[in-house]
């Protein structure tokens, strides 16, 4: 059984979704958790409500992980709250579901700031604060190996998140830090459903050896694997979640 006990995350876009679904597993492993949020103060307060609710411990903090000096306040919260830093996991983005030549300047400048900016931000601040022997996941997407329209701007910000991953890998690791992305299929989320008709949805399920859209907590199952002592030999990696479409 993973035990993370004693040990501090920050989940950064925790207050639903996959984030909220990653922050329950790890709580019930044990670990103090961190509720990241930007607008949705009263989500992000049931999750925390339900984390101390089986017994955990759990903060709500509210930063736009895009500004570098809100990282940094919500590392400060962290530390203030908990007096370490063990675990980082990089949840926060958005989808902008339109072709390339739809998508304006406005949006194409957010889904860079929220879907790239900010775990740049996180990194640089988790190279200095995060414990020796943590862990950080980054979540991709699996769209970074497919070919579908209007994920462009999507794809591309997660496909330099997951250079990033490797590359900070490398210069972390010889602190025993492992860094690793996650690179989810289709999940049932408000994220995912955004913009598209069930015809769409339908289409994407039967893209799965299993003929199902994911669920958060098969996301949040393999995130919890990550950031254990039983992959301490995994580190710079992808790992694609997405029930066999790739």
């Known amino acids: 059984m993973t035990e993370l006990y004693e040990k501090v995350a920050i989940i950064t ?10 922050a329950l597993s790890l709580a019930r492993a ?12 009263q989500a992000a307060d049931e999750v925390c409500m339900t984390i101390t ?8 903090v509210q930063a736009d ?18 007096g370490r830093i063990d675990i980082l996991v990089n949840n926060a983005g958005i989808l902008v579901f339109k072709k390339i030549a739809e998508v304006t300047d406005a949006e194409f400048d957010s889904i860079l700031n929220i879907n790239l900016k ?7 601040e988790a190279a200095g604060r995060l414990a020796d022997h943590g862990r ?4 991709s997407s699996t769209v970074t190996r497919l070919m579908l329209p ?11 998140v997951e250079q990033l991953t490797h590359i900070f890998a490398r210069e972390i690791g010889e602190r025993g830090i492992t860094v690793n992305s996650v690179s989810p299929g289709p999940v ?43 992959a301490r030999w995994i580190t710079g990696q992808n790992i694609g979640t997405n029930g066999g479409i790739i």
């Open 13 to 22: 876009g925790s207050s639903r979704g996959i984030g909220a679904g990653i």
């Open 30 to 41: 044990g670990a103090k958790v961190v509720i990241n949020y930007v607008h949705n103060r």
């Open 53 to 60: 609710q089986m017994g955990g411990k759990c903060t709500a």
């Open 65 to 82: 992980v895009s500004n570098p000096d809100d990282v940094r306040r919500l590392f400060d919260a962290a530390i203030e709250n908990f």
């Open 118 to 124: 900010s775990i740049f931000y996180t990194l640089r």
């Open 136 to 139: 950080i996941v980054n979540i």
């Open 150 to 160: 209007k994920y462009g701007p999507y794809a591309a910000t997660k496909g330099a």
């Open 188 to 230: 049932f989320t408000e994220l995912f459903r955004a913009g598209k008709t069930e015809e769409d949805i339908q289409r994407m399920a039967a893209l799965s050896s299993f003929g199902r859209i994911g669920e958060v907590d098969d996301i949040a199952q393999i995130v919890l694997f990550l950031v254990s002592e039983e």
